[in-house]
Every structure is written in C-alpha cells, then in structure tokens.
C-alpha cells in the first residue's frame, strides 16, 4: 500500500503546480515534500514530475497515478468519517 502522506504532498504538487505551494497546502516544509515525492518515485520505480519552466509538470506515469490517489485518499477519508 502507498503512503497517504506521499499521495498528498503528490497531489498538491498537481493541483498547485510547484513543490513550494504544495509545502503550503499540506503544511509540510518543502523539504518534507520533496521527501514524500522521492520515496514515492523509489516505491513505484518511476519518475513522477518533469521541471517545466519554474515549476513543475507531470511525467506520463505521474498522469496514471492522479486518479487512483485521489480515490486512495477518498476511501480514507470514508473509513474515517
């Protein structure tokens, strides 16, 4: 199973396109994320973000994890509630 916290700072890149506002929205330094980002990338084997220009865009396989991470994190929302 994939970390939550890994799938969160993945997706708050996606949503805010950059590693700093991502650190911002999920209360982390950037640091932290870009932790979270790199485990992540070593777990699955794959490289998840491209730079693009100052920030940062998705690689094809970081496209193909979007959704499932936002269902990973709504299922554990629901056990939650």
Partial sequence: ?????QLRSFL???????FTRAAERVHKTQSA???HIRR???RLGCQLFAKHG????LSIDGEKLVDYA????QIEASALS
Avoid at 1 to 5: A, K, Q, R, S
Avoid at 70 to 73: A, V, Y
């Fill in 33 to 35: 994320v870009s932790m």
């Fill in 40 to 42: 992540l990338e070593e």
């Fill in 1 to 5: 199973m994939l970390d939550t916290d």
């Fill in 12 to 18: 708050a890149i996606v949503d805010t396109g950059s």
């Fill in 54 to 57: 100052r920030g940062v865009r």
């Fill in 70 to 73: 936002r269902r990973m994190l």
